[in-house]
């Protein structure tokens, strides 16, 4: 409805021959920005594909995983899941934890919550900054994820998971100074349309989080070789702080990770998902969550618009 | 500094295809519309800085507007439909869905002046004990109760401060509380600069949202028929609502996506343009082109002289189409420095020189 408001300003007759594109509502390939997605077309799609069950099962780590394992997709491994305050007393950490971990929030969002201890000195854990973590400490940080404090805007009870920390593969671990590289692939039902992998900086602080300064790379579908690199709006083709070159690195297992990543939105009942794999130094490519809302900054990354891969795909977007 | 922004703004200009420049002109004249009824509102304003206890037990929204606390319920779709403007159009972020709504029902009852007061005390006060708190290892709903309670204790220290009386119901008060927990939660997450942009962003649209709810106009078609306002703005909040294309903010988000895409568009026309064969002279023998050539010639060649026409097809022969040889310009206004030898085409004019009739 709203769409015909744009008639009255065309007016060559270039755009003419494009109108049966737009009406079809397919990009129109006269027209870059048509190629893109937007928020409101994603959140059309979302709406049109992603039950809202599916979307509280993704948004719950735990449920994820069980889902996903059920399916045959490997993921990481759990040490513990604290969902309650029974639980919570009856937790010893000295006993449990073993001397690298990570303790997530089952509902977290964007890495919020997330703990992570790389060594043990004597009672202690220590962080890969160097701060140590006492026994207390550790228990009130699952207190608060316990409490829901970290799981975005419902004041609801929420689980602490605990996981091993994972030691990333060798390969991609070289290209970064510290912290764990994490590939991001968007489907649509089980159509893989988009890569990249996300390498923490020492500017991030060893997160692959690309607000807090991690690098973002496009990775071609194809080959799964490194096309583009992007920090911030800075184009890169080395890595900053380890120098290694990160345009033209093929990244490991890569068929693996496309043929897993297009198994996990059916596997947690999304249509249209953003698959987050991590390469472990033993078991290979393991998914770390499967998000129902996956960001749109891919599209710089890859410099490649997501409406236009969808409709390769075969998507009409109505 | 303001002539390289004036520069900037028509290179700009220049660059923008008609499907950029679509959604600009109407978001141009939205903007212009809104700041139209911003500026009725404005002017309906008459006292700004009177207090509310001024109005003996008047609503402040009646005493200084003249809403009618009756109407007050009439605008909220109005306020709703430039919410869903900012969110869905402009892609403005702001704080929660409809809480910029909120905050200017929250100003409509306070006043336009002490409004903006009473919330920004509110969120200093916030600001100041919030870290206090968290090290307390304090829970978040202990947290959100702590916080109502500093906030009734700010607005009764600025009733002392002001000495007079606020008037202020449990409205106001519960939105500060969420403004400030909102506001501390965004700074936790995305940092101070992030968390400013957006409480700025939401503290605009409350106040847009405020004067337009107020304007004359929409007094005046309330008190006409008071059932014409909510079906308008809920009809157009639906039409709105299934606006799917990009976002103002979005297109200057992925902007390199499509400039990218254009430069390769237009590289690939150029490159398939077919040559004019009559046209174009047999290059005068040049030695083979390597790069030292290359650029010892254009050094060479003097700039084209101001004046010569250029003609490339039969066509600029027509005396109102020529054009001039283009200038070189000033460094500060040139896009990219041209670089000799970069291009893999042979640097060659492909202007004649006409300076009779003959020479045609």
Redesign the interface.
Known sequence: MFMNIKNPFKRSAANQVSSVHTQMGLPDPKNPLDEILGLNMRNALIAKYNPRSAIDKALDKVAAKDALESNGISCTRSIAVISDYMGLTHFKPEEVLPDAWAIKPARGSQGDGILLAVGKQGENWVKGSGTVLTPEFVMHHIRRIVDGQFSGESLSEDAALIEPLICADPGLAKLVPEGLPDLRVICLGDQPLMGMVRLPTMESDGKANLHQGAIGAGVSLETGQITRALKGHEVLTNHPDTGSQLVGFEIPHWEKVLEMASKCGPAVGLGYSGADIVLDVNEGPLVLEVNAHPGLEIQNINQLGLKAQMAIVGEDFR | MFSKLKSKLRRIRERA????K?PF??GLAVGLGLAGLVVLGFLNTESFMAMPSSFDGIATSQAIWGLKPSNLLMVLPLGSFLVVLAR?FI?LRAFGLFTPMLIALAFLQIGPVMGPIVLGSSVIVGMIVAPALLRL?M???GFLGVLISLIVLTLVALQIVLDTQLQVDAFPVVVCALVVERWWRQWE??GPVAAARVAFNTFIISVVVQFVMVSHIALMLIEASPLLMPACTGLAIA??G??????LS??H??A???L???RV?RDEEMAAQPVLPGLIDDPPDIPAMTLENTVLAARERAPPVEGIWVIDSVDDLNSFSRRRVPQIKPDSEVQFVPRSGASKRPAKHNAWIVRSAEDV
């Not at chain 2, 299934?242 to 976002?247: E, I």
Request: glycine share 6%.
């Open positions: 295809t008609p499907q950029v679509r002109y109407i869905s892609g290892r829970t978040r709903v997450k995305d039409i709105l299934r606006y799917r294309g990009l976002r979005e297109i988000r992925f390199p996506i499509w990218e895409r254009r568009a």
